[in-house]
């Protein structure tokens, strides 16, 4: 049906698209919420803060005014981009799931519900561990979560848009899901000038854990957790986890 489709990752040679459709997102509100998040649980300015699942770095960029930053993710083409934006700043590839920061950290950040990726169950788990181990006694991991099943609205169409003299772009999708997975079929054009449209499709499938169940792998990661909210059009809040000793 969709013989002109391809299910190449975004995350490559396409990884300059990502911000561009994002040009709307406030990063820097974003980043002074995490501040304040922090802030409210101990950690001070000029701490050790590493992002798990940075992308582009477009959070990093603002959070280093504040502290000694690092960050990792899992596709090699976004770091490029982050590079870009962030000389002097260690960022790594590697999974949530797996990775380990040595020395810990102060504090973890997993923003922009990127824990969604972390799926099956087991796997949501190892992340949590895994940021739990990265920070020292007292540190803090915090995480954005996905949409939770209660407020995930099947058939729900979206749209965002990116238009300059030389490029337009549209992204489309139609949310849909599969039991406890959220399955996000993003359709993109591309209009370069000069170069006609192209079109592919950026499959996501995110997990939608439950609030409790969150809460629950933070503290058997040993994490005293709560879910906090910043304000109160602040749907998904985060979760925010102190290492106990």
Avoid at 3 to 21: G, K, Q, T, V
Avoid at 176 to 185: A, N
Avoid at 186 to 204: C, P, S, T, Y
Wanted: proline content about 3%; hydrophobic content about 40%; charged content about 25%.
């Amino acid at each position: 049906m969709y013989s002109i489709m391809e299910r190449r990752s975004l995350y490559s040679s396409r990884a300059r698209l990502y911000d561009l459709i994002y040009h709307f997102k406030d990063y820097a509100a974003g980043a002074a919420r995490i501040r304040e998040a922090l802030r409210a649980e101990g950690i001070e300015d000029g701490s050790r803060l590493v992002e798990a699942a940075c992308g582009t770095g477009s959070f990093l960029v603002h959070l280093r005014e504040w502290y000694e930053v690092a960050g990792y993710d899992l596709e090699e083409g976004i770091l490029d981009v982050a590079r870009e934006k962030l000389p002097g700043v260690r960022l790594s590839c590697a999974d949530m799931c797996e990775h380990v920061e040595d020395p810990p950290a102060d504090a973890i950040v997993c923003p922009f519900s990127s824990i969604g990726y972390a799926f099956p169950a087991a796997r949501l788990q190892a992340a949590i561990r895994c940021f739990a181990a990265s920070v020292r006694t007292g540190g803090v991991v915090l995480v954005e979560p996905w949409i939770t099943p209660e407020n995930f609205h099947e058939g729900t169409p979206h749209l965002q848009t990116y238009g300059d003299d030389d490029l337009k772009l549209a992204r489309s999708v139609v949310s849909r899901s599969e039991g406890r997975m959220s399955i996000l079929d993003m359709h993109w054009l591309v209009a370069r000038r000069g170069e006609g449209v192209e079109h592919f499709v950026d499959r996501h499938e995110l997990m939608m854990a439950t609030t409790g169940e969150l809460l629950a792998a933070f503290e058997a990661a040993g994490l005293q957790a709560r879910h906090a909210f910043h304000d109160q059009e602040d749907d998904r809040g985060v979760i925010v986890g102190r290492k106990v000793g």
